[in-house]
Every structure is written in structure tokens, then in C-alpha cells.
């Protein structure tokens, strides 16, 4: 049975930190690109970043540059999203989704596979 479930989010302030992990099983994680969305209220979910079963990160929005990074460990099936330097705006329900292949179908057309449940993000003083 195929799970992906994310952990990590919460409250904070603004110029906080969180690290958000995304634990799979079901399925080879090394055969999947992972991409994270967020969905903010009120507004359709986004990708933010992707990152390949060989590392490579692409971010699909530029406010998130230099703040947030992406690691996976494949061998104990973990993905993980570090969010430093959180502002307001990055409010949102974060999601961890499977992308079959060794590259990110997004921005325009996703190809995903598998979706985990999300987790709250709310930056706020």
C-alpha cells in the first residue's frame, strides 16, 4: 500500500525555521523525483520545488530561493524541506508528491503519482 506522509509543520514566527519531512513506503523512492506544493487559503496549490533521485533541486518560485531546500535520503525513504527565513506569505498546507522518473514534470503539466495528506505551515507573529 503505497503512503506518503508528512510531518513537521506548524506554528512559528516570521524569520523562523521548520523542517518538513515526507516519509513514503509502497513504492521505490529512488525511481521518483519528489515535488513539493503548497496550497495557500484561497488560492490554488503550487509546486515550489522538485527534487530528482540524483539531487538536482528545481524551484518553481522565486520567493522561495535561497530560503528553502530540499535533501531526500533514499535509503530510509525520507524526503525533507527546509524552510528557513519563513515569512507570512509562505502560509499554506504543504504537500510531498511522487513523480515517476528521474526528472520533475512540472511547472506547467504535473505527472504526479502519489500524494501525501499535507501539512499546516502558519507563519505568524
Known amino acids: 500500500q503505497v503512503q506518503i506522509v508528512e510531518s513537521g509543520g506548524g506554528l512559528v514566527q516570521p524569520g523562523g525555521s521548520l523542517r518538513l519531512s515526507c516519509k513514503v513506503s509502497?513504492?521505490?523512492?529512488?525511481?521518483?523525483?519528489i515535488a513539493w506544493f503548497r496550497q495557500a487559503p484561497g488560492k490554488e496549490r503550487e509546486g515550489v520545488l522538485c527534487?530528482?533521485?540524483?539531487?538536482?533541486?528545481?524551484y518553481y518560485v522565486d520567493s522561495v530561493k535561497g530560503r528553502f531546500t530540499a535533501s531526500r535520503n533514499n535509503a530510509k525513504n525520507m524526503v525533507f524541506l527546509q524552510m528557513n527565513s519563513l515569512k507570512p506569505e509562505d502560509t499554506a498546507v504543504y504537500y510531498c508528491?511522487?513523480?515517476?522518473?528521474?526528472?520533475?514534470?512540472?511547472?506547467?503539466?504535473?505527472?504526479?503519482?502519489?500524494w501525501g495528506q499535507g501539512t499546516q505551515v502558519t507563519v505568524s507573529s
Open positions: 508528491a511522487a513523480d515517476y522518473g528521474n526528472f520533475c514534470s512540472g511547472p506547467v503539466v504535473w505527472d504526479i503519482d502519489y
Open positions: 509502497g513504492f521505490t523512492l529512488k525511481n521518483y523525483a
Open positions: 527534487i530528482t533521485s540524483s539531487d538536482d533541486s528545481t
